[in-house]
């Protein structure tokens, strides 16, 4: 196993990696399959350690060797790299991860990168539409074709839902519930959930599948112009085209009506509770970043209207 671009000093060398670090990488991608991890979550942890594997073998360190200022030298050559603070948050939760594995096997007494801190990130609240651009999307999508009437249910149902875009593309037919008005989503970790379906979400799948996936009980639910499953790509492509056309500024990706959806269910009435449910999170702390958002609109509306603000 060989990775470039991650000597100590910068420079592009290749570096090829001791067993023990082949090992240690393969071990935690073991562990990560039996979580049920997504491919996507396994690719993106192998490349993250690909680079600090790099790193300590130019150091001539292993897994057995590495220690807190090792973990901390590595913190400050991503900084010195130039990576940014939420990029050297996610390389150093890898970093964590594989300690974490190898301690668990009874490979190392202790994970030495549990004591170095996280990198502070800039506080961002989620990009929220408002509910008329929302309205203004979605009825700027035709359904004259059968590409139009795709689009237009794919991105009721992402609304409607409040789904990941790795969530859209992996439905299949049979996970409509029409009688029940619901969709059966399987979300990170393989962590199933039952979402209801809004009327106008239903009203525009059925079209779609009634006059362009006829006849069909099984199968993906969304399919590209070649008959092909949607990738994520495909499905960020698509909203771009239509909130253009649509006069939506700012270029939302399928992640913003996802926050709209929680933002605006939130604006409603809706526990947090009930949110964290339906958007699939393991925990209620990271659906508490929908409260900061309407803390937000608080405050600005506090700025515009009170006579001593």
Request: charged share 30%; hydrophobic share 40%; proline share 5%.
């Amino acid at each position: 196993m060989a990775v470039g671009g991650l000597s100590a000093g910068g420079s592009n060398e290749t570096v090829e990696l001791p067993p023990a670090w082949v090992g240690a990488v393969e071990l935690l991608q073991d562990d990560l399959r039996r979580r049920a991890a997504s491919e996507r979550t396994r690719r993106a942890y192998a490349i993250d350690l690909a680079q600090f594997a790099g790193w300590a073998a130019a150091h001539e360190l292993i897994p057995a060797t590495v220690g807190v200022r090792d973990v901390r030298r590595y913190v400050a050559w991503l900084s010195e790299a130039g990576a940014a603070p939420a990029t050297t948050a996610r390389k150093l939760a890898a970093v964590r991860g594989l300690f974490s594995s190898q301690r668990e096997h009874g490979l190392i007494a202790g994970s030495p990168a549990d004591l170095v801190a996280t990198p502070r990130q800039a506080s961002r609240l989620p990009r929220v539409l408002k509910t008329g651009e929302v309205q203004r999307l979605l009825e700027s999508v035709p359904a004259g074709s059968v590409l139009e009437r795709r689009d237009r249910a794919l991105f009721e149902l992402a609304y409607a839902c409040g789904l990941r875009a790795e969530e859209l593309v992996t439905l299949r037919i049979e996970d409509v519930d029409w009688e029940g008005e619901q969709l059966r989503v399987e979300g990170k970790g393989r962590k199933t959930r039952y979402v209801p379906v809004g009327e106008p979400a239903m009203k525009a799948l059925r079209t779609y599948c009634d006059r362009d996936r006829k006849g069909l009980r099984e199968g993906p639910l969304f399919l590209s112009k070649t008959g092909k499953r949607l990738s994520t790509s495909d499905v960020r492509r698509r909203l771009r085209k239509w909130t253009s056309r649509a006069g939506v500024d700012g270029g939302p990706s399928p992640h913003t009506l996802r926050h709209s959806f929680a933002t605006h269910l939130l604006d409603g009435g809706a526990d947090l509770r009930s949110i964290q449910e339906l958007l699939g999170h393991a925990s209620v702390s990271t659906t508490q970043v929908y409260t900061r958002v309407e803390s937000a609109k608080l405050k600005s509306a506090y700025a515009r209207s009170h006579p001593r603000a």
